[in-house]
């Protein structure tokens, strides 16, 4: 049950936003019709048709006067998220896997840190009755999560549009 003044969209964005949003209706608003927008354009898609034009266009409406009416918080946590998403929409992840012999690892797990990889320890059953573990030493590496440069500003608005 959502609380008084508590939108679906507005706890579904404060959830996964690592920023505070701070209280405010026409960002409800604007989040709720991006929302519904979305689940038209969903609908239209599984039905093999184009949204419809009036619906775009009052959708495209209300969303303005929602922007318009947007408080100074409201911006900030918008402008917030949107620079993130633009720092994580080109990171890279390389996953590393080294099988361990039997005297190379220690009974224990353990996991990843800033300065060594993590030991995984998986059970393996040779048959019924005997059972050994094997060591997978793992490490995750993040790539390219550096602040990207102002002028892929330009070209990320070009392919959001």
């Known amino acids: 049950v959502l609380g008084q ?4 969209s507005s706890l579904f964005y404060s959830d996964s936003s690592p920023y505070i949003m701070h209280e ?17 354009l969903r609908k239209r898609m599984q039905e093999g048709s184009s949204p419809n034009e009036e619906i775009l266009d009052a959708s495209h409406a209300r969303c303005i006067e929602c922007v318009n009416d947007l408080s100074k918080e409201a911006c900030i946590y918008l402008l917030q ?5 633009l720092a994580l929409c080109d990171v890279s992840f ?21 300065d ?11 048959d019924v009755l ?30 959001e549009s």
């Open 81 to 85: 998220n949107w620079l993130l998403s």
């Open 24 to 40: 405010c209706d026409s960002l409800e608003n604007l989040l709720d019709e991006i929302v519904q927008f979305q689940t038209h």
């Open 94 to 114: 390389f996953v590393s896997f080294q099988f361990l012999m039997d005297q190379e690892h220690e009974a224990t797990e353990e996991c990843q840190s800033c």
């Open 130 to 159: 005997a059972s050994r573990a094997m060591g997978v030493h793992y490490e995750v590496k993040i790539v390219d999560c550096d602040p990207k440069p102002a002028k892929k500003l330009h070209g990320r608005g070009e392919v």
């Open 116 to 126: 060594h990889g993590g030991i995984a320890i998986c059970s393996m059953q040779d």
């Open 5 to 8: 003044g508590a939108s679906t």
